[in-house]
């Protein structure tokens, strides 16, 4: 017990490490054709693709896995507005679930992310690497080349709004700023083990919340 790699389990597979749909991506086909049904293609970075016929129901898909021929009808649904229109649409999971991404699971069929079974990787992070996580996120918005120093501020990037850099950059200090304090008292922890007395105020200073907790709460943690 608490011994070195213990703690956390570490996972296996990561819900990132799957090839995903997003409603944001083929949305603006959804009725908007005069034949009723459009075609086209889905590509991805690694070079995988999937045909899709656009239809009044949503959108049906052709793919291969392991040279095996896949087709796999995705229903679409509507919830209402307040200012009116066709309403938001959402994609329907088999399970019956209204989401907005679908995650290519086992190589045969796209479900929603309870289905796969899978995690984000940040969950499986301890508080001070979710800190980390947090300032890169929000880094790697500003430059997506990266190479920063955890405690850097990238420069605007050009045709970025003053006001949208001035948020980020707001987010990226207060995940600084949180990911210090918890660094702060682990370090006292450690030295209170080792019989150095002093720290005791910041061992006691509340653990900061998780992600879902804040969430719970109507805002995360970690910006």
């Known amino acids: 017990m608490g011994g070195y790699n213990s703690g956390r389990p570490k996972r296996r597979a990561y819900l990132g490490q799957l090839l995903h749909i997003s409603i944001k991506d083929v949305s603006k086909y959804f009725g908007n054709t005069d034949k009723g049904y459009a075609l086209g293609t889905m590509t991805w970075g690694n ?11 949503g959108m049906l898909l052709n793919f291969s896995s392991n040279g095996a021929p896949c ?23 088999g399970c019956g679930k209204r989401t907005g991404k679908l995650f290519l699971a086992g190589g045969t069929r796209f479900v929603c992310r309870k289905c796969t079974g899978r995690a984000y990787q940040s969950q499986s992070l301890s508080t001070l690497d979710r800190g980390t996580w947090a300032i890169r996120k929000h880094q790697k918005r500003l430059d997506p080349a990266g190479g920063y120093e955890i405690w850097d501020f990238p420069a605007k990037p050009k045709g970025m709004h003053h006001s949208t850099y001035d948020r980020v950059t707001d987010k990226l200090a207060e995940a600084m700023e949180n990911r210090e304090g918890v660094a ?4 006292a922890k450690v030295l209170q083990r080792l019989g150095i007395p002093g720290f005791d105020a910041l061992i006691n200073e509340p653990e900061p919340l998780t992600n879902g907790q804040q969430k719970a709460k109507g805002k995360s943690f970690w910006g």
Not at 47 to 53: E, M, P, Y
Not at 184 to 187: A, F, I, L, R, Y
């Open 184 to 187: 702060n008292m682990h370090c």
């Open 47 to 57: 070079g995988s693709s999937v045909g899709v016929r656009y239809n009044p129901e």
């Open 71 to 93: 087709s796999q009808q995705i229903n679409v649904a509507y919830t209402s507005c307040h200012f009116g229109g066709k309403g938001r649409p959402w994609m329907l999971c």
